[in-house]
């Protein structure tokens, strides 16, 4: 397979090796260029917020391929130099260090930035989590302190609490729902993943958003709830989401909109490709604009753009998928879950803790859910497969 005479990639991890690789595979053989802004080789992510943080794995562990496979990529891999612009029409990438890089097809897959509360940057004791480096400062952090609260009812604050919890912290969790994960999950399985939170000792300060931080001689003594109340805290770790990382694409022309803006191909403009969290793309199954911050979807939709780049001209139309690992409990989901669906036990049971739940939207399976039972969660997938291909009535 001939394809352009050149591919550029910007963002050199999960979703941006991922395509790298799928253009080799599938017989690419031109010229290949990864860009990334940070200094370590490809790593993943998940780890960070499990392993990495609680000790059981060294940073090694997270690369996700070795050096000589790396190089049998045959392709030039530039790290620690930011992409700071992109020229459309000559489909031209100039980095921090002032390189200008032409390529005929980009594909930009830069991911997300972590959201930070007002005045963090001056506190130390502040931490957010979405780096190896920024894994590797908290670890210490949590180890030293005394009373650490985590911001953030998500995913990645319920995964942090767990570590934290485990490693011995004293921890709280705040956030503005109900119940941890209530959008996702609803209210039920919201609770019950509160429950296992609180069984585990982490303290819950939910239904009430936390307004800013309050520090003392630039340390951070705690945060501010908008009760009014204090929660003291010599380490805060900020996860209350994070924001595509498109400032490099500005006065590009290109449509950013809570991501970059592609069409069902995973296209953007004429040769130019979003994949990964960073990429919002249109779903036609879903029949709606879609954005996924999962590692599955990183390799997914890299090899949808590889397969675009090379004239395969393919709709992107997967079932979302992502997993979460907290203390003893495996949490499985696929398709899209929310807080409105109907939500009913199929599998197993919620008091055994061992089950497979159901969520129906209008009467349509909209995903299904995996607790402490992955393979019966993977059967179960099939009825969203169903559902997704269904004729809209
Ligand atoms: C701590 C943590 C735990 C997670 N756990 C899970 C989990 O259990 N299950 C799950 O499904 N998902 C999990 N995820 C999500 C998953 O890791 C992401 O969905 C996945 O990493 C997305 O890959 P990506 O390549 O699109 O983006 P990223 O992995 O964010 O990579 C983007 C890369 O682009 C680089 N970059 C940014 N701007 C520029 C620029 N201007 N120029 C060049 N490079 C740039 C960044 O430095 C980064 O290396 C977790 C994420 C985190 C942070």
Same mark, same amino acid.
């Given at each position: 397979?001939?394809?352009?005479?050149?591919?550029?990639?910007?963002?050199?991890?999960?979703?941006? !090796?991922?395509?790298? +690789?799928? /253009?080799?595979?599938?017989?690419?053989?031109?010229? /290949?260029?990864?860009?990334?802004?940070?200094?370590?080789?490809?790593? #993943?992510?998940?780890? !960070? $917020?499990?392993?990495?943080?609680?000790?059981?794995?060294?940073?090694?562990?997270?690369?996700?391929? =070795?050096?000589?496979?790396?190089?049998?990529? *045959?392709?030039?891999?530039?790290?620690?130099?930011?992409?700071?612009?992109?020229?459309?029409?000559?489909?031209?990438?100039?980095?921090?260090?002032?390189?200008?890089?032409?390529?005929?097809?980009?594909?930009?897959?830069?991911?997300?930035?972590?959201?930070?509360?007002?005045?963090?940057?001056?506190?130390?004791?502040?931490?957010?989590?979405?780096?190896?480096? *920024?894994? !590797?400062?908290?670890?210490?952090?949590?180890?030293?302190?005394?009373?650490?609260?985590?911001?953030?009812?998500?995913?990645?604050?319920? +995964?942090?609490?767990?570590?934290?919890?485990?490693?011995?912290?004293?921890?709280?969790?705040?956030?503005? =729902?109900?119940?941890?994960?209530?959008? =996702?999950?609803?209210?039920?399985?919201?609770?019950?993943?509160?429950?296992?939170?609180? +069984?585990?000792?982490? &303290?819950?300060?939910?239904?009430?958003?936390?307004?800013?931080?309050?520090?003392?001689?630039?340390?951070?003594?705690?945060?501010?709830?908008?009760?009014? %109340?204090?929660?003291?805290?010599?380490?805060?770790? @900020?996860?209350?989401?994070?924001?595509?990382?498109?400032?490099?694409?500005?006065?590009?022309?290109?449509?950013? *909109?809570?991501? !970059? @803006?592609?069409? $069902?191909? &995973?296209?953007?403009?004429?040769?130019?490709?979003?994949?990964? %969290?960073?990429?919002?793309?249109?779903? *036609?199954?879903?029949?709606?604009?879609?954005?996924?911050?999962?590692?599955?979807?990183?390799?997914?939709?890299?090899?949808? @753009?590889?397969?675009?780049?090379?004239?395969? #001209?393919?709709?992107?139309?997967?079932?979302?998928?992502?997993?979460?690992?907290?203390? %003893?409990?495996?949490?499985?989901?696929?398709?899209?879950?929310?807080? %409105?669906?109907?939500?009913?036990?199929?599998?197993?049971?919620?008091? +055994?803790?061992?089950?497979?739940?159901?969520?129906?939207?209008?009467?349509?399976?909209?995903?299904?859910?995996?607790?402490?039972?992955?393979?019966? &969660?993977?059967?179960?997938?099939?009825? @969203?497969?169903?559902?997704?291909?269904?004729?809209?009535?």
């Amino acid at each position: 397979m001939s394809g352009p005479a050149g591919v550029l990639v910007v963002g050199a991890s999960a979703a941006g !090796l991922a395509t790298a +690789e799928a /253009l080799r595979r599938k017989g690419y053989r031109g010229g /290949l260029t990864l860009l990334g802004a940070e200094s370590h080789p490809p790593y #993943d992510r998940p780890p !960070l $917020s499990k392993q990495v943080l609680s000790g059981t794995w060294d940073t090694e562990r997270t690369r996700l391929r =070795q050096p000589a496979t790396l190089s049998e990529l *045959d392709s030039e891999i530039i790290l620690g130099d930011p992409a700071v612009g992109l020229d459309v029409a000559t489909r031209t990438v100039r980095t921090a260090s002032g390189l200008a890089l032409s390529a005929e097809a980009i594909v930009v897959a830069t991911g997300l930035r972590p959201r930070t509360l007002p005045g963090q940057g001056e506190l130390t004791g502040v931490h957010v989590l979405r780096t190896l480096d *920024d894994s !590797l400062a908290l670890r210490p952090a949590l180890l030293a302190a005394s009373r650490v609260v985590i911001v953030g009812d998500g995913v990645l604050g319920t +995964e942090i609490a767990a570590t934290a919890r485990k490693m011995g912290a004293k921890v709280t969790l705040a956030g503005p =729902q109900q119940a941890p994960l209530e959008s =996702q999950f609803g209210s039920s399985l919201g609770n019950l993943l509160g429950e296992l939170h609180a +069984e585990h000792g982490v &303290c819950l300060r939910l239904g009430t958003a936390v307004t800013g931080l309050t520090g003392r001689h630039g340390r951070v003594t705690g945060v501010r709830l908008d009760t009014g %109340d204090e929660l003291p805290a010599d380490v805060v770790v @900020v996860a209350f989401g994070a924001t595509p990382a498109t400032e490099w694409l500005a006065g590009s022309g290109l449509r950013v *909109d809570d991501g !970059l @803006v592609c069409d $069902s191909r &995973c296209r953007a403009a004429e040769g130019i490709y979003g994949a990964g %969290d960073v990429a919002r793309w249109q779903h *036609d199954a879903l029949g709606t604009s879609l954005r996924l911050e999962n590692r599955t979807n990183a390799t997914q939709q890299a090899n949808a @753009v590889a397969a675009n780049i090379l004239g395969e #001209d393919q709709p992107y139309v997967p079932v979302p998928h992502f997993w979460t690992d907290q203390f %003893d409990t495996k949490i499985q989901v696929h398709g899209l879950p929310n807080g %409105d669906a109907e939500v009913t036990i199929v599998d197993g049971s919620t008091a +055994e803790r061992r089950f497979v739940a159901r969520y129906q939207h209008n009467g349509k399976v909209a995903g299904v859910l995996g607790w402490n039972m992955p393979k019966q &969660c993977r059967l179960r997938r099939q009825e @969203v497969v169903d559902a997704l291909s269904a004729p809209v009535p």
